[in-house]
């Protein structure tokens, strides 16, 4: 059975860091394209970050600069660095897999197949 976990969400300052991470269990995910979305309470679920198969890195405009998305196939582990976060990016953050290995990875939540149950960034000003 497939499953991600994310963890190291909580309470942040506005211009601090968090990491998240997401670890993978029941099968490899080094041959797969995985991404963080995030929604906010009344609003949809947004794309974040990919990372495709080869380490190609694509972010949103809304945290470029900020955010850097990071895997360790190793450990089937993807993080999200989190730096100088502001109050708007408070959201539940989930992870997700994709099966294929398209490039570039898609930025549409309904393309992937596994999903985390997500964990909560809270951004205080």
């Known amino acids: 059975q497939v499953q991600l976990v994310e963890s190291g969400g909580g309470l942040v300052q506005a211009g601090g860091s968090l990491r998240l991470s997401c670890a993978a269990s029941g099968r490899a995910f080094s041959r797969n394209n995985m991404s963080w979305f995030r929604q906010a309470p009344g609003k949809e679920r947004e794309f974040v970050a990919a990372?495709?198969?080869?380490?190609?890195?694509y972010t949103a405009d809304s945290v470029k600069g900020r955010f850097t998305i990071s895997r360790d196939s190793a450990k089937n582990t993807v993080y999200l660095r989190m730096n100088s976060p502001k109050p708007e990016d408070t959201a539940v953050y989930y992870c997700?897999?994709?099966?294929?290995?398209?490039?570039?990875?898609?930025?549409?939540?309904?393309?992937?197949?596994?999903w985390g149950q997500g964990t909560q960034v809270t951004v205080s000003s």
């Open positions: 997700a897999a994709d099966r294929t290995a398209v490039l570039p990875p898609s930025r549409i939540s309904g393309d992937y197949d596994y």
């Open positions: 990372i495709s198969w080869s380490g190609g890195a």
